[in-house]
């Protein structure tokens, strides 16, 4: 496995490498992105994983400082998973002037998370625009448990042509039903304790659905009640149609539920797809 720095060198690798299979990340990696490098592994001769703490992605009272640099970790995981080529490059390397051509994204990523996080698509899409151009993948593999974003990529690329394939890769999630997550790390052995609480809450809300609940402002309420009278600090709960991400139109039969909510200071997202079939049950 090859750990390439700048762009010069990874293009230098990939030349002859074949079609590219592309997981970009954040690093800190655990087993949810191990599960998007066997996807990617399904689909390419080459399997490359960036690692780019993206500072255009985080807002000025967020966690970009901090955020957790595990280069010799990650790449001794990447290495064991098969992966081909790590593509770590500084921040300097991305960004070599200030950015000034940036990707806007459709406005749906100003609801949900882009309600709470002003400007963070933008820099997802900005860097992925980036990084696609730089890697050239034919496939690249987003995990689904950042649901709004991998729908904001997909219309970035289907909008904008870009030559490739993107896959959604499910969650993986801990055996109490947390779902893995990088940010996980952040909680105290008290707060990971608590943290499942959120994803029964979409469960609940997922039943409900199944067994004809219709009234989604009470569904979200509910939820929302739920975690708050449990110590959570809610950013929202939301009912959505997976098909535009908007609030659903009657007579769906597939739905996508949305939270984000904070214990202490770590903020956690999660989501799930419901399918219900005619007959008003799974
Ligand atoms: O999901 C992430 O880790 C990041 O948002 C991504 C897609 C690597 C862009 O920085």
Redesign the pocket.
């Known amino acids: 496995m090859d750990v390439i720095h700048t762009i010069e060198a990874l293009q230098a690798r990939l030349r002859t490498a074949g079609p590219v299979a592309f997981v970009?990340?954040?690093g800190n990696l655990h087993a949810g992105h191990l599960a998007l490098v066997r996807s990617a592994r399904e689909h390419g001769a080459c399997v490359v994983v960036?690692i780019?703490v993206?500072p255009l992605?985080f807002g000025p009272t967020e966690d970009f400082q901090t955020y957790p640099r595990t280069l010799d970790a990650d790449c001794a995981q990447l290495k064991q998973a098969g992966v081909d080529v790590v593509f770590a490059p500084s921040v300097a390397e991305m960004y070599p002037t200030p950015q000034q051509v940036e990707i806007i994204p459709p406005p749906i990523a100003s609801e949900l998370c882009g309600a709470f996080r002003p400007g963070h698509f933008q820099g997802?899409t900005t860097?992925?625009a980036k990084l696609f151009n730089i890697v050239q993948p034919a496939v690249a593999v987003?995990?689904k448990k950042?649901y709004q974003?991998l729908f904001v990529i997909r219309a970035m690329v289907r909008e904008l042509n870009f030559p490739l394939r993107v896959i959604g890769a499910e969650t993986l999630r801990a055996e109490d039903g947390l779902a893995l997550s990088s940010r996980n790390g952040y909680l105290s052995a008290q707060d990971r304790q608590a943290a499942p609480r959120l994803y029964r809450a979409l469960c609940n809300i997922a039943d409900q659905l199944k067994s004809g609940g219709r009234d989604y402002v009470d569904l979200e309420g509910t939820a929302r009640r739920e975690l708050e009278s449990n110590g959570w600090r809610v950013d929202y709960v939301s009912v959505r149609d997976p098909n535009t991400l908007l609030p659903p139109i009657e007579g769906l039969n597939q739905y996508v539920v949305l939270c984000a909510a904070w214990l202490s200071a770590t903020r956690l997202i999660d989501n799930i797809e419901v399918s219900i079939d005619r007959a008003g049950s799974v």
């Open positions: 970009p990340t954040m960036s780019f993206n992605q997802v860097v992925v987003f995990g950042d974003q």
